[in-house]
């Protein structure tokens, strides 16, 4: 049974932006993506620094350094240089809270 | 041996120091801003998409900073180049159309008109605009696409959008940014699934006025089980103040297709060559990557290639001549981020007359990509005392079932090789030439003979003693 | 230079420190003004190609007492150093437990001691050589440190002409390692035509706290004189260390230098080699083994700055777990080093599923005349096809994969016999590390 933690409020979130809250000692980027919460890990797999300071352009994060970019809904690399996908997290809405799930356990 | 002797191609004097007048219809003012880049958005009649991309891609190229390592590039004034010219109204379709003074150009550069016969089909850039353009029948048959970028923008934006900046975002570096926002022509390949090119595709472009930056970028879809061989080649004129080529170039090679793309550049030696080539390959697939480096005052150019499925493969074969006042900075790319991938990288170059010729490479293997295979051979070929050499490769392993090598070396000609020549009744010159071919031949013969405009003119040139 | 401007604590503490070995006042200054360096020379951003792949949290000094406490308790030796060598000190705790030095060494006029005996001793060496040319307290922020805070040390002075030809041994060695920090120095100066061979060994138990060690090794190697040196670092798994090892080589001389890393958690060291006279020759072989989580990572210079230089550089690392190694090899032919032969060769065994690798070689070449500049580097892990032959013989995956590391480690072993015939490193040593790969 997976944890759910909160991650912030929903509107400290708004419709195509990104906020990267920490989670457990992990920076978790969440999205809104028109009004829907997916999380990511809030590293670019190309060169391992932070992607929240990116952008949301429709379901995609984009690293602001290289422009790589990750589709949120499967964390697959959609646009070079990144190749690797990033971790996604479940979400889900409960009243005005985002909570994040960070899996099964500490190990994940 | 003749047609070869490439030695001869050393550009010691551009003898093709001539420019038009410089004659446009049209020009952006000087320097680069958003009015400018709204500018050839409008011009060009383009989607609101591409024009969001452009803008946004002019802001990613003001706040990043010039690259902090390689060649020297405290010379180029962005601010005082012209980002958009354009000479004629419409693209043309075939010779008879083609406005009086670019025909002479041609005629100049001395494209005998039996190799005109040969090419598939030209897209010829002049300043930034396309302005003769033919497509072959059997291609537009195949369903092969061959247009210029702008047309293909306007008449396949779906095609267009779904790819474009996939492979090199307008982030990925200064000048990739700068090419995102300003670029202008270059080519458009679209090749359908199955479908075999014969005839290699190959296009011409060139810089004219002075301070117009040529900012062409070239998109290549090669569908499941397609071949396409891509040959790219230009020359410029000679200008008293420097001129900047930044071009962006993206290849997309689908399930067991195979693309070949080959350069010589011989820009003259005013001109900033910055160029950002990026392939990925897919399952079984195979890119090529063919550059040869002549010319340019300093080039920046690194083929990548990104085997993304197993089976993919990827070849560099590099070749590279400094010389006086030249920096070449060549080099490589393979990333690794399959299983089962292999990758070739060959770079031979030659330093004469105080030129300096550096080889910078990266083989990465991401975790996971088991079976990978690499290897690097570097050959560096010092002329003289005043020439430099350098190798900055660099590998990145993260798995640990691979086989990954790499292997350089620099040196001068063999003393025991020349002596021998010389007994022979050979003298020094024709025996350093001789001996610099046998260096260079691996990588020149997989060069496109068929491609042979601007090197037999070359190797004319230098027979007829007209450079030196 | 303001010395008012060190804090008074700290001056205090060095003073004390100084005052222990009752050193001149000259040496103080000198550790005051290293001090003032060391906080005034920024630390590395991580953006710089060197640190680009290291964590940096291996720099913080938390937890870590850079002042030694007093000294409560001198363990006696257990043995009088190590056998078959000409000569030997053990230090522990930055204290020497005993020093030998044969006889016939000493009619040489050999000086081999600690750096604290030799200030006292012989000064004028001391002064001369200390620092001064081979590697200077702006080298880096943590030499920095290590010139100011530094204890112990070894010191070897070899007079013109003379030679030797059997190795001498220093064993540097810390009672515990963990929240604490060690500067191990090493300075040998070989005069004219004069020869001698030098194994050390750094190591220290295992502990859950952090530690640092911040290592200079200096070597001086004057015209025709030829250097041995044979370092191995085994700190406790949890120490971050950094070493800094350059060699100055004279005209004809001859430098050979074996490196072993095996401890620290992080271990950064930088190993260059000046061959700025004619006819100077350097050899430079490394071997490391890490596993666990170690994060290794080594700068490496052949500098030819003079004609007729050879320089041939082997690295060989086996990596187990999650280990991380990365390689940042530089051979620079300057014009005029006319007629120079240099290369490297790199060759990376990944063992463990989660070993990572970042081999960097860089050759940078101004001069046309060289004989032969090259390098190579490979990665692979063990041959398949190998160990199913050799399972097909009997032995157990494991034993196979074993016998091909040891196959692997073996060619850069023997390069690490500092003479002849003699024991290398030690069986015992060579023992531990293969059973660390296993």
């Given at each position: 049974?997976?944890?759910?933690v ?6 400290d ?16 980027a ?29 379901s ?10 990750f ?8 646009v ?29 | ?7 001869e ?5 551009y ?7 410089a ?7 000087r ?27 002019l ?13 020297d590039?405290?010379?180029i004034?962005?601010?005082?180049m012209y ?54 029948e ?8 061959f ?17 474009f ?6 982030a990925?570096?200064?000048f ?64 008293t103040?420097?001129?900047?080529h ?16 080959s ?12 160029v ?19 010319g340019?005052?300093v080039?920046?150019k ?24 030249q920096?070449q900075?060549?080099?490589a ?11 070739v990288?060959t ?76 007994s ?13 071919n046998?260096?260079?031949e ?19 040139l ?7 | ?31 005051l ?14 953006k710089?190609e ?21 000294v ?26 005993s ?43 943590f ?21 030797t ?6 064993g ?11 500067f ?9 035509g004069?020869?001698v ?22 070597i ?5 004189a ?7 670092q085994?700190?406790g ?6 070493a ?11 430098l ?29 072989v ?12 080594y700068a490496?210079l ?36 006319a ?14 599923e989660n ?7 860089v050759?940078?070449?101004?001069a046309h ?14 041959d398949?096809e ?23 480690l ?5 390069c ?16 531990r ?6």
């Amino acid at each position: 049974m997976p944890d759910f933690v909160r991650a912030l409020a929903t509107r400290d979130v708004s419709p195509g932006t990104v906020r990267v809250v920490e989670i457990d000692g992990r920076r978790i980027a969440v999205c809104n993506v028109d009004g829907e919460y997916y999380a990511v890990d809030d590293v670019c797999t190309h060169d391992g620094g932070p992607l929240g300071s990116g952008r949301l352009c429709d379901s995609q994060i984009e690293c602001p350094r290289h422009g790589a970019r990750f589709d949120v809904h499967s964390g697959r690399a959609v646009v070079l240089p990144a190749v690797l996908p990033v971790r996604t997290y479940a979400v889900e809405v409960a009243g005005d809270d985002v909570r994040v799930s960070l899996g099964g356990g500490r190990d994940v | 041996m003749t047609d070869r002797k490439v030695t001869e191609m050393m550009p010691d004097a551009y003898k093709w120091g001539f420019h038009d007048e410089a004659r446009y219809l049209f020009r952006t003012e000087r320097g680069l801003s958003r009015k400018v880049v709204e500018e050839i958005a409008g011009i060009k009649e383009e989607p609101q998409w591409m024009r969001d991309m452009r803008l946004r891609a002019l802001e990613v190229f003001e706040s990043k900073a010039m690259p902090s390592w390689g060649p020297d590039l405290s010379a180029i004034n962005l601010n005082d180049m012209y980002y958009y010219a354009r000479a004629s109204e419409r693209p043309e379709r075939d010779w008879s159309e083609v406005p009086d003074y670019i025909r002479q150009t041609f005629e100049r550069l001395g494209i005998p008109e039996a190799e005109r016969k040969f090419l598939a089909g030209v897209g010829a850039q002049y300043d930034s605009e396309t302005v003769y353009h033919n497509m072959r029948e059997e291609l537009a048959k195949q369903g092969v696409i061959f247009a210029d970028t702008d047309t293909a923008v306007r008449e396949h934006p779906d095609l267009v959008q779904r790819y474009f900046g996939t492979v090199v975002p307008p982030a990925d570096n200064k000048f990739a940014a700068l090419n995102s926002a300003v670029w202008s022509g270059g080519s458009f390949i679209y090749v359908p699934e199955g479908v075999q090119v014969e005839i290699p595709l190959q296009a011409y472009f060139r810089i004219n006025a002075e301070n117009i930056g040529q900012f062409e970028r070239t998109l290549i879809i090669a569908e499941p089980g397609s071949f396409v061989h891509y040959i790219e080649g230009c020359t410029a004129p000679i200008y008293t103040t420097n001129s900047l080529h930044a071009a962006v170039v993206e290849v997309i090679v689908k399930k067991g297709a195979r693309v070949r793309y080959s350069t010589v550049q011989n820009w003259s030696t005013n001109v900033y060559n910055l160029v950002t080539k990026r392939s990925v390959a897919y399952e079984d697939a195979v890119v090529e990557w063919v550059d040869g480096n002549l010319g340019s005052k300093v080039t920046m150019k690194y083929p990548a290639i990104y085997l993304m499925e197993p089976g993919a493969h990827g070849e560099v074969l590099s070749l590279s001549f400094a010389g006086r006042g030249q920096h070449q900075d060549a080099g490589a790319k393979a990333v690794h981020a399959a299983p089962y991938t292999t990758s070739v990288i060959t770079s031979k170059s030659v330093s004469k007359d105080g030129g300096r010729a550096s080889y910078r490479g990266l083989v990465r293997a991401y975790r996971g990509a088991k079976g990978v295979r690499s290897s690097v051979r570097c050959d560096a070929l010092l002329l003289d005392g005043d020439s430099r050499s350098d190798t900055y490769p660099t590998m990145e392993i993260d798995e640990r079932d691979v086989t990954v090598s790499h292997e350089a070396s620099v040196s001068k000609v063999s003393e025991e090789q020349l002596f021998y020549l010389q007994s022979r009744g050979i003298d020094e010159q024709e025996a350093t030439k001789m001996i610099v071919n046998g260096f260079v031949e691996p990588i020149v013969k997989e060069l496109p003979m068929e491609y042979a405009v601007e090197l037999n003119r070359l190797i004319e040139l230098q027979l007829e003693g007209a450079i030196g | 230079m303001m010395l008012d401007s060190v804090s008074l604590r700290k001056r205090q503490a060095i003073e004390e420190l100084s005052a222990r070995y009752d050193e001149p006042i000259w040496l103080l200054q000198h550790r005051l003004k290293s001090w003032r360096l060391y906080e005034d020379i920024l630390p590395p951003s991580g953006k710089e190609e060197e640190w680009r792949r290291t964590d940096l949290s291996a720099l913080s000094l938390e937890g870590v007492r850079l002042f030694p406490g007093p000294v409560t308790h001198v363990p006696a030796p257990r043995r009088n150093g190590r056998d078959g060598y000409a000569g030997a000190i053990v230090q522990r705790d930055g204290v020497t437990l005993s020093r030998r030095l044969a006889s016939d060494l000493e009619r040489q006029g050999i000086v081999f001691s600690d750096l604290h005996s030799v200030a006292r001793e012989y000064p004028d060496l001391f002064r001369t050589y200390f620092m001064t040319e081979a590697v200077q307290p702006i080298a880096w922020k943590f030499v920095a440190l290590h010139a100011a805070l530094w204890r112990g040390g070894v010191f070897l002075h070899v007079p013109a002409g003379a030679q030797t030809t059997v190795p001498l041994h220093a064993g540097v060695g810390l009672s515990r390692s963990g929240g604490i920090a060690v500067f191990p120095h090493t300075l040998i100066v070989a005069e004219e035509g004069s020869s001698v061979t030098l194994v050390e060994e750094h190591a220290s138990p295992d502990d859950d706290r952090p530690g640092l060690s911040s290592g200079v090794v200096e070597i001086l190697v004057r015209d025709g004189a030829t250097v041995r040196y044979i370092g191995v670092q085994d700190w406790g798994k949890n120490v971050n260390s950094f070493a800094t090892i350059r060699a100055v080589l004279g005209a004809e001389s001859q430098l050979e230098l074996g490196l072993v890393g095996s401890g620290s958690r992080v271990a950064k060291d930088t190993v260059e080699a000046i061959l700025g006279a004619p006819g100077a020759n350097a050899k430079i072989v490394g071997l490391f083994l890490a596993g666990g989580e170690q994060h290794m990572s080594y700068a490496t210079l052949q500098d030819h700055r003079a004609a007729n230089t050879t320089s041939d550089l082997l690295f060989k690392s086996v990596l187990n777990d999650s280990a991380h190694l990365v390689w940042n090899g530089l051979t620079r032919i300057r014009k005029g080093a006319a007629e120079s032969d240099a290369n490297q060769s790199n060759r990376n065994l990944l063992l463990g599923e989660n070993a990572r690798v970042a081999p960097i070689p860089v050759l940078e070449i101004e001069a046309h005349d060289v004989t032969r500049c090259s390098h190579g580097a490979t990665v692979s892990s063990v041959d398949e096809e190998q160990v199913y032959y050799m399972m097909s013989r009997g032995l157990t995956r494991q034993d196979a994969t074993q016998a091909i590391v040891d196959g692997f480690l073996r060619q850069g072993l023997e390069c690490l016999t500092p003479v002849r015939g003699h024991d290398g490193i030690g069986r015992a040593l060579e023992r531990r590390l293969l059973a660390k790969v296993a």
